[in-house]
């Protein structure tokens, strides 16, 4: 069947005849679609709604399928469809669709912890001669192709800016060690050892940023395996073990048993976000004292955002959107470090940002660490958060859903 003829025959299934009229009639009992278009049009894997003109309160839903009621929370038919969209673009091309009569398109940003980016498309359908004006609204997902041009641009931006100091860095030791200390033992070895140091801080940069562009780029599609979050921390405990001992400081996990703690998500990812933030804790503790590991196995979103420390400030880098009802796993990585002063909180997670004082030494990293963790529980629907208290260590917290959704021990 041609597209010509299915809008024609959708167009028949929802417009009954009527008198003509030259006002734009109001959507009526008889406006109702066929069983069978309505089925197929109900499968459809994008957002599809049939938009009708009414005489007043603009214009009206008469059918949403599926999609289009998971997007906009929208009954299955029969509402105004300025209380679904706000969005003047779109309103303005099913305007176009319904009185115009021409096709026209619009790019509509759903917002949201995800911030899925999406084109309309809005066609007219029928006759308004012969029945009510009647437009089809279509959403086609163009998140990854907007997420991919983002992160090139993003990418290149990045890696010439950070990449450029340790690089130069490189090519002046090399021009050193072709010079006047070629013949200088002592010189070259340090140099060396300054060139391997760069050379490994440029590899991990590189890989950091490799992952958080995969991670972007996926991080609108909610994983669909389960991961038993103390399988996964001890697995990480067991892996730092020779990181912990050269660093003088222990672990010290307070953990649900196992299986009372399973939420839905990527296990790698999982992991990644564990080992991230413990490997933060480890590198800014101080000699002889403890990194804590805490999982609460049924916290609710306050709980989850609650201040521990009444002394503490505390910064939320990222708030889950808000299900009614929906129940959490909470992890909580804690230091014994310097802390961090409140206006550093909201920037950490930024990518590259470094507090001032932490930016040298054995200290120093990517910078990225904070931002692939963010960029990680985001995918999982889940948020981020630190408390601190200057000179006293800082608590990081990762809240994610549980794969049963509700409290423990249910079904």
């Not at 999982?270 to 002889?288: E, F, G, H, M, T």
């Amino acid at each position: 069947m041609s597209q010509s003829s299915f809008l024609n025959r959708l167009t028949a299934a929802f417009a009954a005849p009527q008198r003509p009229s030259a006002e734009p009639a109001a959507p009526t009992a008889s406006v109702a679609p066929d069983p069978l278009h309505e089925a197929a049009l109900e499968r459809l894997p994008d957002p599809v709604a049939v938009i009708a003109a009414a005489r007043a309160g603009g214009p009206e839903v008469l059918f949403a399928n599926a999609a289009a009621r998971t997007l906009f929370g929208a009954p299955h038919r029969r509402i105004g469809l300025v209380n679904l969209i706000r969005d003047p673009g779109v309103l303005e091309a099913v305007d176009e669709a319904l009185f115009g009569r021409i096709e026209a398109r619009s790019v509509y940003e759903a917002g949201g912890a995800q911030d899925r980016v999406w084109r309309a498309l809005a066609r007219p359908l029928g006759d308004p001669a012969t029945g009510p004006r009647l437009a089809l609204l279509t959403f086609s997902d163009e998140t990854d192709a907007v997420r991919g041009e983002r992160r090139r641009a993003d990418f290149l931006a990045n890696a010439s800016h950070e990449l450029r100091t340790p690089l130069a860095s490189l090519i002046g030791f090399i021009e050193t060690l072709r010079g006047h200390a070629k013949d200088d033992p002592k010189a070259r070895d340090r140099f060396l050892g300054v060139m391997q140091a760069e050379a490994g801080r440029m590899s991990r940069l590189i890989d950091d940023l490799m992952s958080l562009s995969r991670i972007e780029l996926n991080e609108h599609i909610t994983p669909l395996g389960q991961v038993d979050l103390t399988l996964a921390i001890t697995d990480v405990v067991d892996a730092l073990t020779p990181l912990v001992r050269q660093a003088g400081v222990a672990l010290e996990p307070s953990l649900p048993p196992v299986g009372a703690a399973t939420i839905v998500g990527d296990r790698d990812q999982i992991v990644q976000v564990i080992r991230n933030l413990v490997d933060n804790a480890i590198k800014y503790s101080p000699r002889d004292t403890a990194v804590r590991i805490v999982v609460s196995a049924d916290v609710s979103a306050i709980e989850a955002v609650t201040v521990r420390d009444p002394a503490a400030s505390r910064f939320s880098l990222l708030d889950p959107d808000r299900v009614e009802g929906r129940r959490y796993i909470l992890l909580q990585v804690s230091d014994s470090g310097p802390g961090l002063a409140r206006e550093h909180l909201p920037r950490l997670s930024e990518r590259f940002y470094r507090v001032e004082g932490q930016k040298s030494g054995e200290k120093l990293g990517t910078g990225l660490g904070l931002a692939i963790v963010k960029h990680i529980v985001n995918r999982h629907r889940g948020g981020l958060g630190v408390e601190s208290v200057p000179g006293s260590g800082a608590t990081f917290s990762v809240w994610l859903p549980r794969a049963d959704g509700g409290q423990v021990g249910a079904p």
